[in-house]
């Protein structure tokens, strides 16, 4: 007679894990207020620190990408994409695809 109530009981969580796991997929795009705090007290700060650091790389590795015709490679690598990091990406949005405005894709994704 005991077991009756038990499998009532992991009968509702099965439930509720389902109806959790199936709705998470169409909240992934929004986020909360904890991303978002994130998002501007550490990761701009670190995309300015990024830019900054790769400005200077860059600037350092011309003499070697210049000749080799890969530059424009280095420049979308150390400085372009830590702009679009901390400028283009949406607030909160850590799923955001590098290079998607350049392309003219949406980039509000």
Do not use: H
């Amino acid at each position: 007679m005991e077991e009756w109530p038990m499998k009532k009981i992991i009968a509702v969580f099965l439930v509720l894990f389902c109806m959790v796991v199936f709705t998470a997929p169409a909240r992934a795009n929004e986020p909360n207020d904890a991303t978002i705090i994130g998002d501007v007290l550490l990761a701009r700060p670190l995309g300015l620190a990024m830019i900054a650091a790769g400005s200077v790389l860059f600037v350092v590795a011309l003499p070697v990408s210049l000749p080799s015709g890969s530059f424009r490679n280095v420049g979308q690598r150390l400085v372009l994409d830590p702009v679009e990091f901390t400028f283009i990406r949406p607030v909160g949005n850590f799923d955001y695809r590098l290079g998607t405005w350049q392309r003219g894709d949406d980039w509000t994704n």
